[in-house]
């Protein structure tokens, strides 16, 4: 008989989850990065020589000294914006003094590289079997029957219960959906089991029966159709 596919897990978007960590480290490391003083000592520099530069272009200072005398003016010029001077400074602070800054955003980076390496699990369950990959890139293939509980955990988690032990899968997408299609199913097998259990203990009583007519036949208080008729009777036939 051919395996029938059941539910089949439904993965994250890794793309989406990457942006958001990102953003998230970068967002930390710049609010680290704004409380460095440096950055605003540098603007208070930058506002001073501006009013330098001003004086000097309202007085007429340039038109009878070389710029090149002159520190502020020089600056204001190779930065006419003051966010660009900013920009500058800071990228040569983090480069020169403050990679500390960037510890949160590295550490976020590898947080979500481990958590999509070794977290993220794929199920799949058929009519026969749950099989897929467990967390640490473990793989499983388990027949359903060996399944006996199944439960859901944090980060969006299905553990799978066998005589063995329980086998974690995580960040799953549709994990309602799946532990709700195993519970279906552990429950099914549940009462098929029940219903076997009653049928043989039936079977059992009507083959006593049958022993019990056939010692009556035998010792001569029942004729040869009546043990007959009792025992298609019992039978079922
Ligand atoms: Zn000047």
């Given at each position: 008989m051919?395996?029938?596919?059941i ?6 978007n ?15 490391s710049?609010?680290?990065f704004?409380?460095?003083?440096g ?17 000097h272009?309202?007085s007429g200072?340039h ?15 190779a ?11 800071a990228?040569e ?10 510890i ?6 590898l ?18 079997r ?67 259990t ?16 056939k010692?009556?036949?035998e ?19």
């Amino acid at each position: 008989m051919e395996e029938k596919l059941i539910i089949k897990s439904e993965r994250y978007n890794l793309k989406v989850f990457l942006i958001i960590i990102i953003i998230i480290g970068g967002l930390t490391s710049c609010i680290l990065f704004a409380n460095i003083d440096g950055v605003s000592r540098n603007a208070k520099w930058y506002d001073e020589w501006h009013e330098t530069y001003l004086e000097h272009q309202n007085s007429g200072y340039h038109t009878t000294h070389s710029y090149d005398d002159c520190e502020d003016c020089r600056m204001i010029k190779a930065y006419p914006i003051k966010l660009l001077y900013l920009i500058d400074y800071a990228w040569e602070l983090l480069f020169d003094e403050t990679m500390l800054a960037l510890i949160p955003f590295g550490v976020s980076i590898l947080i979500s590289i481990f958590a999509f390496v070794w977290l993220r699990s794929e199920l799949i369950v058929t009519d026969k079997r749950v099989y897929g990959k467990a967390t640490f890139g473990r793989r499983v293939d388990l027949p359903v029957d060996s399944v006996t509980a199944i439960s859901t955990g944090i980060l969006k988690g299905v553990g799978v219960g066998t005589s063995s032990g329980k086998i974690n899968f995580k960040l799953i997408k549709n994990r309602d959906e799946i532990h709700s299609v195993i519970s279906n199913l552990l429950l099914e097998r549940q009462k098929d089991n029940k219903e076997r259990t009653e049928t043989q203990a039936v079977n059992f009583t009507n083959a006593d029966e049958i022993k019990k007519y056939k010692e009556l036949l035998e010792n001569g208080t029942i004729t040869q159709e009546e043990f007959d008729a009792k025992k298609k009777q019992l039978l079922g036939l």
